[in-house]
């Protein structure tokens, strides 16, 4: 494998929105942003991923973009913009930022030009279809529900929108638009940047014959996934992308890709790949329901254990998946992932390590590293997220009652995450002196950043200990590179793993225990050195065994 710049490094991604408010408009922005590159650089960050905060209606919270080349009014100016990459230069960080070229927005200026004219050459850097029999093209369904088609008025065609029908999807078969993209991704890396996120990228590719397929659901519609899932052929855009752009810069890419087909990891993520990492989504799908949120499920341990340890296999030898626990299109990861006794320090603490020292580029999600969680709202009108609304309705169409449909909100949300940044224990979390824009989660008072600074034993400190644990010279290269291998398989509430050194020279343990009780294990190997805990344990009491408490968790150095 290649080496490449990015290998060693840890990421954040930031929800503008709902990072830091500095102007008292109730919504974060860049001057936030900037005022906190001391704080992301002291936890150990070396990447940021920013949300988009390109020009957008926000339909869908910017990414629905009408102006690629302008900065949201919101979020604050291209001088702020610049500013933001400078200081983060200064201090040897990194600026991602998310790159949405599936659709845009249907107030860019392109789509209503094609609006005016839908015979007309801008009609062809979208999918203007004529209708069958007038109805429309095909039978698809949008990803946040309804139609995927909708008519394009005064006249006989329709106009395709995989997302919300405020996102219409470029056409990616017209050379003009792809070059115009290519041009707008340079644009924006002359700047600077480190690279990009690149949004439900796996869309870009259409069977443009649009066949209809067997309806999955009463409403006779399928979901436009299965579309994507029997084309080929994204591929040859994703290269030709790469070429154009992202090779000449050196640039890190990290691709959002749902349903990659098997054997493509190796063309996606290897050396030479479409993409620098993809996000390992692998455990999202544990707790997905058949039809909805209304019949998603809880993560069952050991099946999550398996699914993540499978894909760190699959990865051997060929490239880095972006580990993640939680983004701002899913629930918190301390609610999901941990058990209703380990809602606590200790089991966040547990869960960041078994996380943080996977083999991967870490991604740590806003507001991840204090353990904030899901929040209840009392009324669907309290959610501002249009999938959350979406899903509500699906839930209640099946027979939910208000009170079920509300806790499948309280589950799945998207806006779980969304909600402000929890600086301190004052009014909105310290987020902003006005009112958010979507409320604050009421815990701020027992959970957020300023509480957790003054204290060496809060999951603030923590993770800060684990990033410097991660990236100390005598360890980097087995947590960077290192295979993993798992051990305590067979029991119901270990999640345990070793890094394995250059040579297997170097052997790390990582073990936690996910369960109620005690568990006592054989060392796979003579304990050499206690390297990290989330107990105040402070060495081991025995060479060749260790005894787990609930939720403990233990980081050793083997001989
Ligand atoms: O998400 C793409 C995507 O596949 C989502 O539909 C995802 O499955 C869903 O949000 C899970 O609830 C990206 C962005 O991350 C998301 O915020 C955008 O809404 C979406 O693209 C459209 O741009
Ligand atoms: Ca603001």
């Known amino acids: 494998m290649k080496r490449k710049w990015w290998h060693d490094k840890v990421a954040y991604q930031i929800y503008p929105k709902s990072f830091l408010d500095t102007n008292g408009d109730g919504i974060g922005d860049l001057r936030g942003i900037i005022s906190k590159l001391d704080y ?5 960050i070396d990447i940021i991923w920013l949300s988009p905060i390109y020009k957008s209606p926000f339909v869908d919270q ?10 949201a009014e919101e979020f604050g100016t291209m001088e702020e913009f610049d500013e933001l990459l400078a200081e983060a230069k200064k201090r040897d960080m990194y600026i991602v930022m998310d790159l949405v070229v599936n659709h845009c927005s249907s107030e860019h200026e392109y789509f209503k030009a094609a609006l005016a004219d839908p015979d007309g050459p801008y009609a062809d850097y ?20 309804g139609k995927a088609w909708e008519p394009v008025p005064g006249s006989d065609k329709y106009y395709l929108h995989m997302f919300a029908k405020e996102q219409p999807d470029w056409n990616w078969e017209n050379k003009e ?5 290519y041009k707008m991704i340079n644009w924006w890396l002359d700047k600077g940047l480190g690279g990009f996120r690149i949004d439900a990228i796996i869309n870009i590719k259409k069977d443009t014959s649009f066949p209809s397929y067997e309806p999955d659901g009463d409403d006779g519609l399928v979901s436009c996934v299965k579309m994507v899932e029997e084309t080929d052929g994204v591929g040859e855009f994703l290269e030709e992308m790469k070429h154009e752009t992202f090779e000449k810069y050196d640039a890190f890419t990290v691709g959002e890709v749902f349903n990659m087909k098997e054997d493509e990891l190796r063309e996606f993520v290897g ?7 993809m996000f390992d989504f692998s455990a999202l799908e544990l707790t997905y329901g058949e039809h909805g949120w209304y019949d998603s499920k809880p993560v069952d341990f050991k099946r999550w254990r398996e699914i993540l340890f499978a894909s760190q296999k699959e990865m051997e030898g060929i490239g880095f998946k972006a580990n993640i626990i939680e983004n701002h299109d899913e629930p918190r990861g301390a609610s999901r992932y941990l058990p209703e006794y380990a809602q606590n320090e200790m089991g966040k603490k547990m869960l960041a390590t078994t996380s943080i020292l996977l083999r991967g580029i870490p991604f740590i999600y806003q507001g991840q590293e204090i353990g904030m969680t899901n929040c209840h709202r009392n009324d669907i009108s309290e959610y501002d997220d249009i999938s959350t609304k979406d899903q509500y309705q699906v839930a209640i169409d099946a027979g939910c009652t208000k009170e079920e449909a509300l806790a499948c909100c309280y589950e799945n949300s998207r806006d779980n995450a969304r909600t402000p940044m929890q600086w301190s224990a004052d009014e909105n979390g310290g987020f902003s002196a006005h009112a958010p824009w979507l409320a604050v989660n009421p815990n701020y008072k027992e959970i957020n950043v300023s509480e957790q600074e003054g204290r060496a034993d809060s999951v603030l400190s923590y993770y800060k200990e684990l990033i410097t644990l991660r990236k100390s010279p005598e360890y980097e290269e087995t947590f960077v590179y290192g295979n993993v291998e798992p051990v305590y398989e067979d029991t119901d509430t270990v999640f345990g793993f070793m890094r394995m050194g250059k040579e ?13 009780e005690a568990v006592s294990l054989p060392l796979p190997g003579t304990a050499k050195k206690l390297l990290l805990s989330n107990a105040g344990r402070r060495k081991l009491a025995d060479a060749d065994h260790i005894t787990l408490e609930s939720l403990e968790t233990a980081v050793v150095l083997l001989k």
Do not use: C, T, W
């Open 62 to 71: 910017g990414y629905d973009i009408s102006d690629y080349y302008k900065i």
């Open 177 to 181: 638009v792809r070059d115009k993209i």
């Open 271 to 277: 050396d030479d790949g479409h993409f620098s990492s």
């Open 504 to 516: 297997n020279r170097q052997k790390i343990l990582v073990a936690a225990n996910y369960g109620k």
């Open 126 to 145: 979208f999918y203007f279809v004529k209708g069958i029999d007038g109805k429309e093209p095909s039978n698809y369904r949008s990803y946040f529900g």
């Open 40 to 44: 992301l650089k002291e936890l150990g």
